[in-house]
């Protein structure tokens, strides 16, 4: 059969990186105009590929709306390909909802340009998560297009050759629930036909050495040559560089083409039984480990908190939050979410999420973190005091006492401790000059305040006056009311808290001061009825499971080691000196002690280097010694590097809180907890995305680097032993599984990857925070149990004052989560259609065998793209099969 050279022309667009967004629009704008140009006009240019993503042609719309219908008929022509994705995300570093959503509103934007280009395009990557075939399968798209997971690249994204790379560029790639997609490796990178000659003398050169490169892979007679690279400009005279090569090459069909075209054609010839099929995650473990970019998940820590923070605030608390007010006859707020959720995806594109890009990338990006979370805060407060003001909340007990409704959306019943600051004696500056409310609040009589539920009886609680402060109203219809009142901040247990809804609890003013009650001031134990906790000298801990019976012991220390490596990837520095506090004598006192909680501080003063050697390091930089050839030692001169640990059990906890605050004026640095297993063992369980994955803990025989780093999303686990973490995704565990590590904070001063850009931002000097818990758990019921307390702990119950008592259309407990719990099966979303038109429920199953599972009447199967008319059958119990990710919709009724 003939060859045929497909040449597909793009432009790899990184948002923001070695160059900051505006400066690169400027390039992007350009871009675009030239290119509709030449797709308009010039014969043979009849293709352009936009990277997979549709925020490039927001971007350029930006500047230039009035080009909008030009656009439109570029796409709706076929010549501009766009979608399916909205940004070319990080695919680990975010959340399950965050790849759907990103994949679900690119496909939206790509059909209201005119069509979408369904293929799934994972160009640069860092690593893919194994349920990837099936989300994009679920989307309509059986092919996909990657550059990075099953052959290692190196600096400047040079292609290395090896025994252990695919034997073709083509394979079957199999998610964990059997889903199927034709992957295509491009096994020279995205820029294979970048520049192409239009001397006939270079041209010879050039397709002589490219069909050599890409022969070696094909398994067809198909040869893809993707004709751009990061932030190429268009090729003007492609057209006549390929008259060119058609002359030299009379065998070869050379066409300018597109991937659709492309997959089309390599699927007629496929060798299907020749072809490897690869299972699960992409993430170059048969590599010799220098270049999985794992790293990324440790560089500027804070970027990952934020991100943790926002995501789980959106899609597991507005969200749902905004679902229930619609049962109240609320309006869903679908377009403040869609615009929400694309301005913190504008943070999830994989230069920027991954902390790999230069300081002005980053410090807009907190700008924008700082954005997306005042959007989602203002939904889901006017959602709160929508909903509140439906609910019953007048105490047949008490006409007295304040109502205070406790909302919990996690997806599982939970008994947690809820804070929530409670006012009394409210005084407007309407009411009397505001110079006098002051003294009049000052003389009222002292009150403190119980906490009683529903049925009034006594709750547990921990109660601090705050004392008189300022607040205003923002009357819905009306002008501010500025005030002030008395304040109280309030720490109460609430016991079984519905998985999706609220309940009521009130604040009894009492007369009096707070009686004190006297607890065993002893630092070094914490104890409830899951966990005991004993702390060392040196200020590690143990805890004991009550369940189970199992101590760890050594729990909680520190080590720190130099990194001489750059934002991409960890390399500790030559002489591999690290300093750790198993010697150390900590201070440790108590914070707090109540029926509540107990809080206990632990303090490490560790002398470390200040930095790399600046002499030999400085040079390694300067000559841009790729990170595995560096071996500068630590600096000889040390500084104090204070570590602070906040240890806080809560009455009827399962996990230990431990909350770490250090005072960074450390540089080239990377601090990692350390957890002894008491175990050893072949693999551990870490989840990611729509899935909980079992890793070895071994690396391949190809494997060089000394580091075997991981990303999570939520927890890892290990023999009994599972480290919750919020906003920190690295972590590592030991090759005979003895131990887990997990990264705190690294600092380094540079981009890497293909020449010196500083980035002395990225040793996050000042003050930096981590918090995760650790949680001892029954080995059998891992998927079962543990995993629902996991996702329970990356969010806090939200707990608000009600206006005063009054009746409601809601009772003062409701809970809408009218399913039956199904072991195995994990909560995922509560939303609304972006249609607007029905309520979508999604849960994935970590179960090894078909559940079966009871929802609402009426409900009809679909898919992550929501559509309606899926599964015509509707009803209440279904079957969902092993590591299936399962979409429900639940039509409004007429």
């Not at 595995?628 to 500084?639: E, F, I």
């Not at 890793?695 to 939520?714: F, G, I, L, M, T």
């Amino acid at each position: 059969m003939k060859k045929t050279a497909y040449i597909i022309s793009h432009s790899h667009w990184d948002r923001e990186w070695f160059l900051p967004l505006e400066t690169l629009r400027y390039r992007l704008v350009t871009l675009i105009d030239e290119t509709a140009d030449l797709l308009e006009n010039k014969d043979g240019f009849e293709f352009f590929h936009m990277d997979g993503q549709t925020i490039m042609l927001e971007d350029y719309l930006a500047v230039k709306p009035d080009a909008r219908a030009r656009m439109e008929r570029l796409v709706r022509d076929g010549k501009l390909r766009v979608g399916p994705w909205y940004m070319l995300q990080d695919a680990f570093l975010t959340s399950s909802e965050a790849n759907v959503r990103n994949l679900v509103y690119g496909m939206q934007d790509a059909e209201r340009f005119g069509a979408v280009e369904k293929i799934g395009y994972f160009p640069d990557t860092f690593g893919i998560y194994g349920q990837a075939p099936q989300l994009v399968k679920q989307a309509g798209i059986d092919s996909v297009i990657f550059g990075r997971g099953v052959k290692p690249t190196g600096f400047n994204n040079q292609v290395f050759e090896g025994g252990y790379t695919s034997p073709f560029s083509e394979m079957f790639w199999n998610a964990p629930d059997g889903s199927q997609v034709l992957g295509v490796l491009l096994a020279n990178w995205y820029s294979n036909g970048n520049e192409i000659p239009v001397e006939r003398e270079a041209a010879k050169e050039f397709w002589d050495k490219k069909f050599a490169d890409v022969e070696s892979y094909a398994s067809t007679d198909a040869l893809l040559f993707l004709n751009g690279c990061d932030h190429q400009p268009v090729q003007v005279d492609l057209p006549e560089a390929l008259d060119v090569a058609r002359e030299l090459y009379p065998d070869v069909d050379f066409k300018h083409s597109n991937f659709t075209e492309y997959v089309a054609a390599l699927r007629e010839e496929l060798p299907v039984d020749d072809l490897q099929v690869i299972e699960g995650e992409l993430t170059n473990q048969r590599t010799d480990g220098w270049s999985t970019l794992v790293n990324t998940a440790s560089s500027r820590m804070y970027l990952k908190q934020a991100n943790q923070r926002v995501q789980q605030l959106l899609e597991k608390q507005v969200e749902p939050i905004a679902v229930m007010a619609t049962r109240v006859g609320t309006a869903y707020p679908e377009e403040y979410l869609k615009f929400t959720w694309k301005l913190l995806m504008e943070n999830q594109i994989h230069d920027s999420i991954t902390g790999c890009s230069l300081d002005a990338v980053h410090k807009e990006m907190e700008t924008r973190f700082m954005r997306a979370e005042q959007a989602a805060r203002a939904i889901l407060d006017d959602k709160v005091a929508r909903i509140v003001k439906q609910v019953d909340t007048t105490a047949k007990f008490d006409r007295e006492a304040v109502p205070i409704v406790a909302f919990h959306t996690s997806g599982y019943t939970a008994t947690r401790v809820v804070t929530v600051d409670v006012e009394l004696d409210r005084t407007y500056f309407a009411e009397m000059p505001f110079e006098e409310i002051p003294a009049y609040l000052d003389g009222l009589p002292s009150v403190t305040l119980e906490i009683r539920d529903g049925d009034g009886n006594l709750v547990d609680a921990d109660v601090t006056e705050l004392g008189m402060q300022f607040d205003y109203e923002l009357p819905e219809r009306a002008f501010r009311r500025p005030y002030f009142a008395r304040r109280y901040q309030v720490s109460f247990v609430a016991a079984d808290l519905p998985r999706l809804g609220f309940a009521t609890y009130f604040a009894v003013p009492v007369a009096g001061e707070k009686e004190t009650v006297s607890f065993e001031n002893n630092a070094k134990h914490l104890e409830n009825q899951f966990l005991q906790v004993e702390i060392a000298e040196n200020g590690s801990y143990s805890v004991t499971s009550k369940e189970t019976g199992h101590t760890f012991t050594g729990l909680g220390g520190y080590v720190d080691q130099g990194d001489i490596g750059n934002e991409y990837m960890f390399k500790e520095t030559g002489d591999e000196k690290r300093i750790g506090t198993e010697n150390l004598i900590a201070e440790c006192v108590v914070i707090s002690d109540s029926a509540v909680r107990k809080v206990v501080e632990i303090t490490h003063k560790m002398m470390l280097p200040e930095s790399a050697d600046p002499v030999a390091f400085g040079d390694e930089k300067a000559r841009v010694v790729w990170h595995p050839g560096r071996k500068a030692p630590r600096s000889a001169v040390l500084k104090e590097f204070v570590v602070t640990t906040r240890l806080t059990l809560d009455a009827d906890a399962r996990a230990l809180q431990v909350d770490v605050k250090m005072e960074n004026q450390i540089e080239d640095h990377r601090l990692r907890a350390i957890f002894p297993t008491g175990t050893k063992r072949a693999t551990h369980f870490s989840d990611s995305v729509f899935e909980i994955v079992e890793r070895p803990n071994e690396v391949s025989e190809e494997w060089q680097n000394p580091s075997n780093d991981q990303r999570q999303q939520a927890f890892v686990a290990l023999g009994g032993l599972m480290v919750v973490n919020r906003g920190l995704p690295e972590y590592e565990v030991s090759a005979d599984g003895s131990e887990i590590r997990l990264t705190l904070l690294r600092a380094n001063s540079e981009i890497g990857d293909w020449g010196n850009f500083p980035a002395p931002e990225a040793q996050s000097l000042g003050e930096q925070t981590a918090r995760f818990y650790v949680m001892p758990y029954v080995e059998e019921t891992l998927k079962a149990e543990a995993v629902k307390w996991a996702y329970e702990l990356q969010m806090d119950p939200i707990a608000v004052q009600a206006t005063g008592q009054h009746e409601g259309e809601l009772s003062p407990s409701e809970d809408f989560a009218s399913w039956e719990d199904t072991p195995g099966l994990v909560f995922s979303s509560w939303k609304r259609a972006t249609s607007q038109d029905a309520e979508i429920l999604r849960f994935y199953s970590v179960a090894e065998s078909v559940r079966e599972m009871v929802l609402w009447e009426d409900m009809r199967k679909t898919t992550i793209l929501e559509e309606r008319n899926i599964d015509e059958a509707a009803g209440a119990k279904w079957s969902v099969a092993p590591s299936e990710i399962i979409t429900w919709r639940k039509e409004d009724e007429a």
